[in-house]
């Protein structure tokens, strides 16, 4: 297994040095640019680390701009949102719940990235570059690494959960470069590629109902309730686990794989099984809200979570440091 991760590292390797010499040449970005990004596929926290940045920097007195490549989206060429999308499958459904988010800031779509950021270079300050770490070709000002821990312990896609390589962490500039790691686990062995590692953890933050977001509630309002859980999310068991920590009794789930909970088909059939069990409520994720909101039954609501770093204070000191010396 060892020398097959191996071969399978080598193109990673080979790529990546090309645009190191300058062999391939690197795009500049119009304004600073900080990435968020993984090296394990999905769950990793990018998403509501790219939503905390964005409300960060706002707070911070500057206009943020989010550049994407709108995963699953439906549509061709260059998109721009100013707020929610009539689709989510003009965007993507996460560009289309961080527009929901953050009405009052520009998400730019597209591939190329460049073009993107071209696209919305007046409106902005500061360009935010989701799930970047894999795009070499585009040069950054900071890359925050968003860290599971499990990283060294499995292998390069289709034969474990890395898409990149370890050795990318080795070519890391420590003075351009954060780590943030899910709270409790263990990070050691990743202090000698980051002078800067953080915590992060997911919470719940509230409940709405998805035909009616006016309607919510704190989460105490599960508490004691039967609850159908359903999603189409990278990691459903820790949907589950926060679930039960805020007092829901659950009854039942049916997970679907990430992105792909989409289709009247399959709500009407989770509508069936929840209401066969005696559930009070039928609870998904905001992101799958999103793909769903037309056709949702008037029982089904979602959670909105909340990103927290620790220690908070001095990443936000981190932050305007960084900032401070970009503009």
Not at 195 to 207: A, G, K, S, V
């Amino acid at each position: 297994m060892k020398v097959l991760t191996e071969l399978l590292d080598f193109p990673f390797w080979v790529r990546f040095k090309l645009y190191e010499v300058g062999f391939l040449p690197r795009k500049n970005l119009p304004k600073p640019s900080i990435s968020i990004g993984s090296l394990t596929i999905g769950g990793a926290g990018k998403t509501p680390m790219t939503e905390f940045l964005a409300k960060t920097l706002i707070k911070m007195g500057l206009r943020p701009g989010i550049i994407t490549i709108g995963y699953g989206r439906k549509s061709r060429g260059l998109v721009v949102l100013h707020g929610p999308p009539e689709n989510w499958l003009i965007s993507g459904d996460e560009p289309a719940m961080l527009a929901q988010n953050l009405p009052n800031t520009p998400i730019a779509i597209h591939k190329n990235r460049k073009l993107a950021a071209e696209a919305i270079k007046d409106e902005v300050d500061v360009y935010i570059l989701d799930d970047a770490f894999q795009n070499i070709c585009t040069k950054r000002d900071l890359d925050i690494l968003m860290l599971t821990c499990t990283e060294a312990k499995t292998a390069i896609f289709p034969f474990g959960l890395r898409r990149d390589t370890i050795w990318r962490l080795r070519e890391i500039d420590k003075n351009k470069a954060i780590a943030i790691a899910k709270k409790g686990r263990d990070c050691q062995y990743m202090k000698k590629f980051f002078r800067h590692i953080f915590t992060f953890e997911t919470t719940p933050e509230l409940i709405f109902n998805i035909k009616n977001p006016r309607i919510n509630f704190d989460m105490n309002w599960i508490n004691g309730k039967k609850v159908y859980l359903t999603a189409g999310i990278a990691n459903p068991e820790r949907f589950t686990e926060s679930m039960l920590k805020c007092g829901a009794s659950i009854i039942g789930h049916k997970w679907f794989l990430d992105h792909r909970l989409y289709r009247p088909a399959q709500v009407k059939r989770v509508a069936r099984k929840a209401k066969k069990l005696g559930a009070e409520v039928i609870l998904t994720t905001q992101k799958d809200a999103v793909r769903i909101k037309a056709f949702a039954p008037e029982n089904m609501f979602a959670v909105k979570i909340a990103l927290k770093i620790e220690p908070h204070d001095d990443f936000i000191r981190l932050i305007k440091g960084f900032i401070s010396k970009l503009l």
